[in-house]
């Protein structure tokens, strides 16, 4: 395979690394993980008249069994968090947080597929080392939010991961 060129898009290669830190923080307190990418999460959508069918299925790309919680995670490859930290979310273009919305918006929809006593849905951000490091120090690598309806509570949380080897001068 020498000379052979090759792609990976940086979305694919994030999910993969977000994916190994939750199996690897899952097999510390237990639990069962399964991707999307293998096509474990996947939930049919089945419309009444599939001439109007517009999708055909939510895949979720993370989910944590653990006893009567639900963790369903969704790897963004985005600069929201550090973002919306450094500037504010009234700072943001119009289209950056229309893409947020619908982003929040899709993991609640996730969520909303599973039955649990507990419902996490997580969006999980890439972080340059010292972005992360520096909101790690003031407790905002992670935001958290509790929705509540009836009995229903499901959390929803922005978390951020850091992600490159800055020793070797890379950032992301």
Known sequence: MDGLAWTLPLSDLWEHYVEAIVRRETALVGG????????????????SDPSHRSLGHLVPDIVVFRGNVVHVLDAKYKAHLAELDEHGWQRFTDDVREAHRSDIHQVLAYASLYAADEVRASLVYPLRRSTFEALA???RDRSVATLLHGARRV???????????????GNW
């Open 32 to 47: 069962t993980v399964r991707v999307g990418r293998r096509r474990e999460t996947v939930f049919p959508i089945e419309w």
């Open 137 to 139: 120090r003031r407790g």
């Open 155 to 169: 959390q929803l949380e922005l978390r951020g991961i850091p992600f490159g080897n800055a020793s070797r001068g």
